[in-house]
C-alpha cells in the first residue's frame, strides 16, 4: 500500500498539497496573507496557521519540501522572502519531529519527465505548463487548479508527486 504523500512549494503564494493513499488530492494554500507593512502590502507568513497544517497531516506521510535558490531577476527583497518562508517551513518541521526530503526545481520536474520550453519562455509560461502538466496527471483536481494564481498548488503536487514515486 503507497502511503501519503505531501509536497510543500515554500513561497508565500505557494501551497501544500497532500496526495492520500487512496490517490486524492487536497491544498492548503500557504498563510500568507498580503498585509500593511510599512507603506506597502505584503505577503507576511502565518506561522501558527503554518504548524496547524503541518500537524494535521497523516502520520507517516511521505513530506517533499522544494529548495529555494537566489534568483537574479527576484531582487534582493525577493530572494529574502523566499528564502525566509523556506526556512520557515523547515523550522516548523524540524519542531514537529516531521521527516522531510529537500528536492531542487529542475530535479523534481526532470524525475516527473517534464519537458524545459525550447527558446525564451517568460516565468508566465513556464508556470502555466506546470499548471496544465499537474492537471494532466491529476484531472480530478483541475478545478482546484484551473487559475494561474494556483501554481503553487500545481507545483506543491507535482513535488508531492515526487515525492511518492520517489518512495516507490
Not at 503564494?13 to 490517490?23: K, M, R, S, V
Not at 507568513?45 to 531577476?73: C, Q, S, W
Not at 516531521?98 to 524525475?111: L, R
Amino acid at each position: 500500500m503507497s502511503r501519503a504523500s505531501v509536497g510543500i512549494d515554500p513561497g508565500t503564494t505557494g501551497a501544500i498539497a497532500l496526495i492520500t493513499e487512496n490517490g486524492a488530492v487536497q491544498f492548503w494554500d500557504t498563510p500568507a496573507p498580503k498585509l500593511k507593512v510599512g507603506k506597502k502590502e505584503r505577503h507576511v507568513y502565518d506561522v501558527p496557521a503554518m504548524i496547524t497544517i503541518l500537524k494535521n497531516l497523516p502520520t507517516g506521510a511521505i513530506v517533499t519540501i522544494e529548495e529555494l535558490h537566489a534568483m537574479p531577476k527576484n531582487g534582493g527583497l525577493g530572494n529574502f522572502a523566499s528564502g525566509f518562508g523556506y526556512g520557515l517551513w523547515m523550522m516548523a518541521l524540524a519542531l514537529l519531529g516531521i521527516p522531510h526530503q529537500t528536492v531542487q526545481p529542475a530535479k523534481w520536474k526532470k524525475a516527473l519527465g517534464m519537458k524545459k520550453p525550447e527558446g525564451e519562455t517568460k516565468d508566465s509560461d513556464k508556470k502555466s505548463v506546470d499548471r496544465m502538466f499537474a492537471c494532466q496527471l491529476f484531472p480530478t483536481a483541475v478545478d482546484r487548479m484551473n487559475l494561474v494564481k494556483h501554481h503553487g498548488r500545481a507545483d506543491s503536487l507535482l513535488i508531492a508527486e515526487y515525492g511518492r514515486r520517489l518512495a516507490g
